[in-house]
């Protein structure tokens, strides 16, 4: 088994020797994916993003492209540079200023094609970014093959910790910790002092402003019986601190922290980045109810800070656009959803337009819903003028839907979000989409490109009522879809959202209605309960899309 996906590396890495020059090719916003890397270049305004994976239902497909996005320009380049890594993803990439600045990548995993079998690497690479050369830094005593590993630059080396290695009978989860010196290109292991984090992967890993590094979270699992797991979402903090001895030979130190403020629930699949002020930024993830025989995911969209300095971690509230509660309270029209004041105001559609949703209740039912929404005009400002929060003011604001597994870095005071992946019932949908967020500001989320994850393909073969639901989402307006969707799509039959009207006096008022539809899709042999959660979640989709 293991041989097999070895050959189909050699055969990929044959492929990629084969490229002898550089090149450098504009290109659109990178495919869908999920678990690569995005880092920010140490010297110009520059995003490098490398590797990741993407599965469209019967296929895996691993990654080893380079992209360059150009900020100022708001641009994608590819970049092809021979003998470059193998594809991979669940590595890590961290940026040293270094000789004109190098990315470092250690590790990460390969998947065959059907996604049940991992390779996971355990070798180290380097791309100078001034000549944009890929090297492979072959040194002896490192850590064993893993993916799901956090590494962090301190001072000058580089710090990894943990991670996981599965293979196709058994997994192992790992709390190691090992150090690569930058100057000599020579790994250690270390052995920290002190009660340290149990084995796991996915944790966040920082280095804090007084030179030590913190450690929070993460996942593992363990076998319960033969063939059932259970997955662990950590929560823990702990410390990581070196004392210097006398003569240069540090020494290690574990310790558990509890912080004190907001701290994030309980999650696993969060994405990490260092925010302005040497704080910790928190993006998302996926909260798992996991029973023997299943896993249901309640996917995020929140941001935390972490402070260090005062070991207390706060929410990130965003606090929405001034200028949109005045156009508010004036009853100018008001940009769609996703648009941007600036970056993204010519998108403001002023004619109607079909909107295609897909909504996930609590229980994963997968819910569809077309309409046509027209430009909202001065019957939908809202009739106070109290603008107490954002959301009040000027809608819902703009902020990326919920995700795990996405790809984050920090340039300039701004936060970039790409891609990432979610679940919608048996389907996973990966996301291209990219925002940005000044966390100087914390206004609200900029859309640099928007991505309709509708239109993904998905291979996986279903029945006919999700099939039916598929081809709608990818927009096909086919004769033979049932009547039951064709009357979906006439949004005069949905019940009116009134001027001012808030969804706690909507939902009763017209609670009948979506019941009835929900258990015209459904089908009459559905539990009652199953039928009103997924009518309460088309009345929301429709009253958030209305509002």
């Not at 090149?23 to 999920?34: F, G, M």
């Not at 996971?120 to 490192?142: F, I, M």
């Not at 109607?352 to 609590?362: D, I, L």
Request: net charge negative; glycine share 8%; with cysteine.
């Amino acid at each position: 088994m293991k041989e097999d996906l070895e050959a189909l590396i050699a055969h990929f890495q044959t492929l990629d020797a084969k490229k002898t020059q550089i090149v450098e090719t504009p290109c659109s916003p990178p495919s869908p994916r999920l678990n690569a890397s995005l880092s920010a270049h140490p010297e110009k305004d520059e995003l490098i993003l490398f590797g990741g994976e993407y599965f469209n239902g019967q296929k895996t497909f691993l990654y080893n492209e380079l992209y360059i996005y150009n900020i100022r320009k708001d641009t994608w380049t590819k970049v092809e540079i021979p003998n470059p890594p193998p594809r991979r993803c669940a590595h890590q990439a961290v940026v040293v200023p270094q000789g004109g600045g190098q990315l470092w990548i250690f590790g990460g995993e390969f998947a065959s094609p059907d996604g049940e079998q991992f390779y996971h690497y355990k070798d180290l690479w380097v791309l100078h970014l001034a000549t944009r050369t890929w090297e492979q830094v072959r040194s002896p005593g490192g850590p064993s093959g893993r993916s799901g590993h956090r590494m962090v630059a301190w001072k000058r080396q580089l710090i990894l910790f943990g991670g996981f290695h599965e293979s196709t009978r058994d997994y192992i989860y790992y709390n190691d910790v090992y150090a690569f010196d930058l100057d000599t290109f020579t790994w250690s292991k270390l052995s920290p002092s002190g009660t340290g984090p149990t084995p796991r992967s996915g944790c966040q890993m920082s280095v804090t402003p007084q030179g030590s590094i913190v450690i929070y979270g993460g996942y593992s699992k363990q076998r319960i019986k033969k063939d059932v797991d259970k997955g662990t979402q950590h929560s823990d903090m702990f410390l990581l601190k070196s004392e210097e001895g006398r003569e240069g030979s540090g020494r290690w130190v574990w310790t558990r922290i509890n912080p004190s403020g907001t701290k994030p629930t309980p999650r696993s699949g969060f994405s990490v980045a260092m925010a302005p002020n040497s704080q910790t930024l928190l993006f998302g993830g996926v909260c798992d109810e996991e029973e023997e025989e299943s896993l249901e995911g309640d996917f995020l969209n929140d941001l935390y800070f972490y402070d260090a300095t005062k070991n207390r971690w706060f929410a990130g509230q965003l606090k929405g656009p001034k200028s949109e509660k005045r156009k508010r309270r004036r009853g100018t029209k008001a940009e769609p959803e996703g648009a941007n004041e600036q970056e993204c105001g010519e998108a403001s559609a002023q004619a109607p337009r079909e909107v295609v949703r897909e909504v996930v209740t609590e229980d994963g039912t997968v819910v569809t819903i077309k309409q046509m929404l027209t430009a909202p005009g001065p019957s939908k400002q809202p009739q106070s003028d109290e603008d107490d929060s954002p959301e009040e003011a000027g809608g819902p604001l703009v902020e990326p839907r919920p995700r795990s597994n996405a790809m984050l870095a920090v340039k300039h005071g701004r936060l970039y979000l790409f891609g990432g992946m979610f679940e919608a019932g048996d389907r996973q949908v990966t996301l291209s989409d990219f925002y940005c967020l000044d966390l100087h500001k914390m206004d609200q989320w900029t859309v640099l490109v928007e991505a309709d994850p509708e239109t993904q393909e998905w291979l996986e073969e279903t029945d006919s009522e999700d099939s039916d639901a598929g081809e709608g989402a990818e927009g096909g307006e086919e004769d033979e879809e049932d009547e039951d969707s064709s009357e979906e799509d006439q949004e005069p039959q949905h019940p009116l959202v009134t001027p001012g009207e808030q969804f706690a006096d909507y939902l009763p008022r017209t609670e009948q209605y979506w019941v009835r539809l929900a258990r015209d899709d459904a089908g009459s042999e559905a539990k009652e309960k199953r039928v009103l959660k997924v009518a309460h979640a088309m009345a929301k989709a429709f009253f958030d899309d209305s509002a």
